[in-house]
């Protein structure tokens, strides 16, 4: 069986996902594949009413690329093989699926939380990209 040659490795910059970095790095290692971690900037929402608004929302947004810019840097460099970095904006689930389609992406990683009930019923990003991904998927428990 042939090793996994691109893993994706997405992340959201909370002190959880390091347990979810350090998986992708092993498997990377394992099978001497190319690592990327993703972050995705979700948009803040606009007031198409208010235009003053809109020279507001870029700017956070701008702010908000070049914070997970930077963080994914230090995680990048933090690591013990080399990892490429990217940063998109969009919504969460959509881009990271469609980052994985256009990047010839074989394994996504990503952490889910162990919620139940209500929680579990109005969705996930985890469980949005099982069901959507073109790859293998490896959701890894966080935040227990």
Known sequence: MKGYQH????????QENTEVFARAQALAIHDQAQLTLLHVVEYVPIDLAN???????????????KQAEKALQEMAHSASLPVNTEVVQGSVKSEIVLYAEE???DLLVLGRHGRHGLSRLLGSVANAVVHHAPCDVLTVRIGE
């Open 51 to 65: 235009e003053l608004v809109l020279p507001q929302q870029q700017e956070i947004e701008q702010q908000l690329v």
């Open 103 to 105: 990047n010839n992406v």
């Open 7 to 14: 893993i994706l490795c997405a992340v959201d910059l909370t």
